[in-house]
């Protein structure tokens, strides 16, 4: 069964503290992997997509890498306002374009 | 170019009544997946439509069912609500499935 791990489940950082998230995955033939970012009482927020292991993405702050079993999200030197849950998702290669969440990181950075 | 739309936004409705809840997707998308957010389950996938027509379905049951219109507008209706109905409604919408899925604001149902 396709499955989404992500650790820790919250993650307490001071202002500029860097750290990582970590999503570990089970899934028949990965299709891609993505990285959303939802705020409180909002709709997640596209951060990226990985599809093959080595592959790396950055954006400001935050850099994405996958392996063949997980990805990590890097976060250097974040400020308050990357406080956040992060949710990794996979879709697999199946007839399926459907997304599997795993429960997420509540990520708090304080000043 | 404007992201995905959801109304309405907030919706509190009674055990029994039925609920249909509305998706924009971005224009040119024409696949819509709809998932449902609770705490204790967090994100699961409804079901998804592209061209009109239903290609997956989630594990819910069958009081939970959409449509989709020819400009890729989609609703979904849940029938005969349940407490446990009671969650926020994501849309997604992508090119056609395979790409990236960008979410809507959601749809936060209460059911009393």
């Known amino acids: 069964e396709d499955q989404v791990t992500q650790s820790p489940e919250a993650l307490r950082l001071q202002e500029g503290e860097s750290s990582s998230l970590n999503c570990s995955y089970t899934?028949?033939?990965?299709?891609?992997l993505f990285w959303y970012r939802q705020d409180p009482g909002k709709g997640p927020e596209f951060l990226f997509t990985?599809?093959?292991a080595g592959e790396e993405k950055e954006k400001e702050r935050l850099k994405a890498t996958l392996t063949k079993k997980e990805s990590f999200l890097h976060i250097t030197a974040p400020k308050p306002e990357d406080s956040a849950t992060y949710l990794c998702?996979?879709?697999?290669?199946?007839?399926?374009?459907?997304?599997?969440f795993g429960s997420g990181t509540r990520l708090l950075v304080r000043p | 170019k404007a992201g995905v739309t959801q109304t309405p936004r907030y919706l509190i409705k009674t055990r029994g009544q039925q609920v249909t809840l509305s998706c924009s997707p971005i224009?040119?998308?024409?696949?819509v997946s709809w998932y449902q957010q609770t705490p204790g389950q967090g994100l699961q996938f409804l079901f998804e439509?592209?061209?009109?027509?239903?290609?997956n379905k989630g594990n819910f049951p069958g009081r939970f069912s959409g449509r989709q219109f020819s400009n890729s507008r989609s609703e979904m209706n849940v029938s005969t609500l349940e407490l446990g109905d009671s969650a926020l409604y994501l849309c997604?919408?992508?090119?056609?499935?395979?790409?990236?899925?960008?979410f809507g604001p959601g749809t936060r149902l209460l059911v009393l």
């Open positions: 997604a919408s992508s090119l056609d499935g395979e790409e990236t899925q960008y």
């Open positions: 899934v028949s033939g990965l299709r891609g």
């Open positions: 990985l599809y093959s």
């Open positions: 998702a996979v879709q697999a290669w199946d007839s399926s374009y459907k997304l599997i």
């Open positions: 224009s040119g998308h024409r696949s």
């Open positions: 439509y592209f061209s009109e027509t239903q290609r």
